[in-house]
């Protein structure tokens, strides 16, 4: 079945950009989405259809897919961004619906 | 606005039958193109898909747990109900719900309830 690959963690200073991959086979044919999930909440849909920003969401938020990587990033890192982040797609060979395995954003 | 909530037993013995109930709010599922899925996390783990159900009563379940999930709507009672048979402590997690698109994405999720597995 289909894998995404995520780095486990991610550490960044407060004002600099985040960059928290995603890896899959071929994942430029399928849209991506990525979720926050801070401690003890439910996730939050921060990117959707890729690259576009559900509303509410700051615009320092943004995502990218090209090739077998997708990749969320957040220009200025806050300290409230220290969250888990999750990519998700819809895998159509095998009818169902695909999570990485998170990635741990720590702010400095 | 879209809420959801879900509820049901925190703990459940090793060969039970978990039903958990999903309510929700601010959408309907008579309306086109309006979804609901399950989603579970076990404690320090990723998230994990289980199913969902469309509008037009289209579900598509887990590969791997399509044999013990079974997922139902009750339209007028604004509500999607997961059953999963034979439960094991593997199964212990936090279970949501959530508000699916019809690319199979989530967009508004419940607060989550943990289900405890254990004799």
């Known amino acids: 079945s289909y894998v995404l690959t995520q780095p486990p963690a991610v550490s960044v200073a407060p004002g600099q950009p985040a960059r928290i991959t995603c890896g899959g086979k071929n994942i430029a044919s399928k849209s991506v989405y990525w979720y926050q999930q801070k401690p003890g909440q439910a996730p939050i849909l921060v990117i959707h259809y890729d690259v576009n920003r559900p509303s509410g969401i700051p615009e320092r938020f943004s995502g990218s897919n090209s090739g077998t990587t997708a990749t969320l990033t957040i220009s200025r890192v806050e300290a409230g961004d220290e969250a888990d982040y999750y990519c998700?797609?819809?895998?159509?060979?095998?009818?169902?619906?695909?999570f990485g395995g998170g990635t741990k954003l720590t702010v400095l | 606005q879209i809420t959801l909530k879900e509820s049901g037993p925190t703990l459940v013995k090793p060969t039970q039958t978990l039903t958990l109930t999903c309510a929700f709010s601010g959408f309907s599922l008579s309306t086109r193109e309006e979804g609901v899925g399950w989603i579970r996390q076990p404690p320090g783990k990723a998230l994990e898909w289980l199913a969902v159900i469309y509008w037009d009563d289209d579900k598509r379940y887990r590969p791997s747990l399509e044999s013990r999930l079974t997922v139902t709507k009750d339209t007028s009672k604004h509500q999607v109900i997961l059953t999963i048979t034979d439960m094991d402590p593997v199964d212990t997690a936090t279970y949501y719900c959530a508000h699916a698109q019809t690319t199979f994405n989530f967009d508004r999720w419940g607060q989550g309830t943990l289900v405890t597995v254990s004799s």
């Open positions: 998700q797609v819809w895998d159509t060979d095998s009818e169902q619906v695909v």
